[in-house]
């Protein structure tokens, strides 16, 4: 099989500019949606969009219930679906969550956020992962720079880079509890990877990023030419991501958690194939390859959308 995008090959490969466009919607497509011209010209050129205060702070409350309901889940708790930080036994990540509640279900079909998705990746999409992520005060790890696409391109199968990350915040992110940071136009480059990926990978991976680690001279290079932001929020505040834009987090040296809720839009056409690291496919509930069906939105009230 060919591939496009060279990775974890065991030696040494120099990036390359993308050989996808960055907003898949063409022509009198590209304003069909709730974003401006301004707002996608700005996605073009950082890879992100952040909207402080998308959601009410109360519309997000409920996602803390399901939370204490999953951590009472014994059987859940003890699959791999949910990630335990090793530091202290306390819930770290549940993965899937979109299969295991309404409420999340419901989210991912908000117009206000799927019309904005369907508008930059020119068409149907479906959830390819969610996942919910507490990092508890003075104990929350961090992860190291990457791009998700390389992951997902190597572990999944991902073909193209037709997919956003969308993250809400349900607590503060601020300066001192380990918020995401993005190097603003590093999507516009594909860096390959150095490390082979070992067999399951994944069960190593959600808990520290080490294979799929860009190389720190091409670090340098792309934070050099776009700074480093670290968008921050009060709870119901909205990440839109490009998939192959390079991010990390540090760890949460705070006394305050930092919990966010994270779903992930890929196009209806560009689904996953055999990985391209050769090892088996993810689980289920990291990468959907079944039951796959275009979104559709949910019929809820509209208030306005915030600006980006």
């Known amino acids: 099989m060919h591939d496009q995008f060279p990775t974890r090959r065991g030696e040494r490969l120099d990036m390359f500019p993308r050989l996808d466009p960055v907003v898949h919607s063409r022509y009198k497509q590209r304003w069909d949606g709730p974003l401006s011209e301004e707002s996608l010209s700005r996605y073009e ?36 679906q949910v990630i335990i930080n090793p530091d202290s036994g306390e819930l770290r990540s549940v ?59 190597s572990e999944d199968g991902m073909p193209r880079m037709r997919a956003v990350s969308a993250s809400l915040m349900l607590t503060d992110n601020n300066e001192f509890n380990g918020p995401l940071m993005l190097i603003p136009g590093s999507h516009q480059y594909f860096v390959p990877c150095t490390d082979l990926t070992p067999k399951d990978n994944w069960r190593e991976s959600l808990q520290s990023q080490s294979v799929g680690v860009p190389d720190k001279i091409d670090l340098r290079r792309l934070a050099d030419n776009g700074n480093i932001q670290a968008p921050k929020g009060p709870p119901g505040s909205l990440l839109l991501f490009e998939c192959n834009t390079l991010h990390a987090s540090n760890s949460n040296m705070s006394p305050w958690p930092r919990s966010n809720l994270f779903f992930v839009y890929n196009s209806i056409d560009n689904p996953l194939s055999a990985p391209y690291c050769g090892q088996p496919p993810r689980p289920e509930f990291l990468a959907t390859r079944s039951h796959i069906a275009p979104l559709d939105m949910r019929e809820l009230p509209l208030y306005g959308l915030p600006k980006a």
């Open 95 to 153: 993965f899937s969550m979109h299969t295991l509640s309404d409420r999340f279900s419901k989210l991912t079909q908000d117009p206000r956020i799927l019309g904005m998705v369907r508008q930059l990746l020119g068409g149907d999409v479906y959830i390819h992962q969610s996942r919910i992520n507490d990092k508890f005060g003075f104990q929350g790890r961090g992860f190291d720079w990457h791009s998700d696409f390389e992951t997902w391109h």
């Open 45 to 80: 050129r950082d890879g992100y969009l952040w909207f402080d205060g998308f959601f009410s702070q109360e519309r997000m409350a409920p996602f803390f219930d399901e939370l204490r309901e999953i951590a009472e889940d014994r059987e859940l708790m003890e699959s791999d």
